[in-house]
């Protein structure tokens, strides 16, 4: 019995996973950012980035730093700290050339 659970969990975490990459790539959402009503375009074009940008270059190069000894934790605060700049973008926005913003994508 609790063998079929965690697999059953381990498919469910799979596919909401999933799920989440497939949004960030075709919407420049995720479900979290759905419920807000925000989402990632480009910088300044405004267009939908696409899984390389929304995925890549906003998500792992930056995790990847951060896994670098004593660098990584000074790059994750510090890009935290970014959003208090005029343009509210992240050093991970700068990287990927995108920027949160508030609204649906166009149907």
Avoid: W
Avoid at 55 to 63: D, K, S, Y
């Amino acid at each position: 019995m609790n063998v079929y659970l965690a697999a059953l969990s381990g498919l469910l975490i799979l596919a909401l996973g999933i799920f989440q990459l497939v949004m960030l790539a075709t919407r420049g959402q995720s479900i979290g950012k759905r419920l807000l009503g925000i989402r990632i375009v480009t910088y300044p074009e405004g267009q939908n980035p696409g899984g390389v940008k929304t995925i890549l270059l906003r998500g792992v190069v930056p995790a990847v730093i951060g896994m670098i000894p004593v660098l990584g934790p000074l790059f994750s605060l510090v890009n935290v700290c970014f959003i208090f700049r005029e343009d509210r973008r992240c050093i991970h926005d700068l990287i990927a050339g995108t920027q949160v913003v508030n609204g649906q994508p166009p149907q």
